[in-house]
């Protein structure tokens, strides 16, 4: 059984993704944090498939500084996709610490919001 708050960040992700949606020319920026590792996708829900994805494997540290790396990494190849612009999907989790640095690494890197 999952504890009460993986529940609670299941709600309240389904709260944000009955309003969010992704398409080809704005896709949603998808995060996911695990305890060792940070991951985002970019993801065209209209198609029902990912354009592209990264991660933090590999890094020796998991901490705002690599989740920063993370966004502009992802950023990076978005622009090279001809993507510009993005919906950001938090995940459930709060708009803090590693997820905040993301978001701002992926703005940095020059991705729209």
Do not use: C
């Not at 500084?65 to 938090?90: H, P, S, W, Y």
């Amino acid at each position: 059984m999952a504890s009460q708050k993986t529940l609670r960040r299941l709600r309240i992700k389904r709260r944000i993704r009955k309003r969010i949606a992704g398409t080809a020319q704005k896709p949603r920026l998808a995060v996911y944090r695990s305890n060792k590792t940070i991951y985002t996708q970019l993801i065209d829900d209209a198609a029902g498939h990912t354009i592209l994805s990264t991660s933090s494997k590999g890094a020796e540290t998991y901490n705002a500084e690599a989740a920063k790396v993370v966004g502009k990494k992802t950023a990076e190849l978005a622009l090279a996709k001809g993507i510009k612009e993005v919906v950001f999907d938090r995940g459930g989790y709060l708009y803090h610490g590693k997820v905040k640095a993301l978001a701002e690494g992926a703005r940095e890197g020059g991705l729209q919001f």
